[in-house]
T-cell receptor
Framework: DAGVIQSPRHEVTEMGQEVTLRCKPISGHDYLFWYRQTMMRGLELLIY????????DSGMPEDRFSAKMPNASFSTLKIQPSEPRDSAVYFC??????????????FGQGTRLTVV | GQSLEQPSEVTAVEGAIVQINCTYQ??????LSWYQQHDGGAPTFLSY????GLEETGRFSSFLSRSDSYGYLLLQELQMKDSASYFCAVKDSGAGSYQLTFGKGTKLSVIP
């Protein structure tokens, strides 16, 4: 397996534009996570899915953020409209399960978003 | 909610041993994980402790004390390539849902 695949790797956009980040989890993994990483706040969990169903979106900062997982092999994180304070690295991660031997989360290489 | 505390920076000499501590507050605790992240890279999994005690994987060991809400990562025979940020993360079931919450990370600098 190629691991968790995210696209694009880098995105520069103007304030007010819509941004869509994409993620392909590892095949067979039941859990998918979206994280945001900044110097100030570290790694923040935004939302996670179990079997394509959103379980906890309490970390989504505002209504401008939305995430979907239409099938087991694809997820999107959308920001509309984008603001400069959304600039960060966004990571997608997947894991087999929540506990025990399936606990390891595999991270994609991230999308570095810059909103100007 | 969950909170984790770990030192922000540590510096150690090549070949030495370094310990990175982590204290946490959570509800419904499942276990403590450690991740490594090099600059510009993605976090990668190092270890996981669900029960008290020491887990050893090569040069890296991780320890957990559930009663003290405390754990540490021990790196032995430090190499220059170990320079990276190290994150502790707790897995818990706060609010009935499964969560993996990360600390702010410890930046380890290995010097010759």
């Amino acid at each position: 397996d190629a691991g968790v695949i995210q696209s694009p790797r880098h995105e520069v956009t103007e304030m007010g534009q819509e941004v869509t980040l994409r993620c392909k989890p590892i095949s067979g993994h039941d859990y998918l996570f979206w994280y945001r990483q900044t110097m100030m706040r570290g790694l923040e969990l935004l939302i996670y899915f179990n079997n394509n169903v959103p379980i906890d979106d309490s970390g989504m900062p505002e209504d401008r953020f939305s995430a979907k997982m239409p099938n087991a092999s694809f997820s999107t994180l959308k920001i509309q409209p984008s603001e400069p304070r959304d600039s960060a690295v966004y990571f997608c991660a997947s894991s087999l399960g929540p506990t025990g031997p399936y606990t390891e989360a595999f991270f994609g290489q991230g999308t570095r978003l810059t909103v100007v | 909610g969950q909170s984790l505390e770990q030192p922000s920076e540590v510096t150690a000499v090549e070949g030495a041993i370094v310990q990175i501590n982590c204290t946490y507050q959570t509800s419904g605790f499942y276990g403590l994980s450690w991740y490594q992240q090099h600059d510009g890279g993605a976090p990668t999994f190092l270890s996981y402790n669900a029960l008290d005690g020491l887990e050893e994987t090569g040069r890296f060991s991780s320890f957990l004390s559930r009663s003290d809400s405390y754990g540490y990562l021990l790196l032995q025979e430090l190499q220059m390539k170990d320079s990276a940020s190290y994150f502790c993360a707790v897995k818990d079931s706060g609010a009935g849902s499964y969560q993996l919450t990360f600390g702010k990370g410890t930046k380890l600098s290995v010097i010759p």
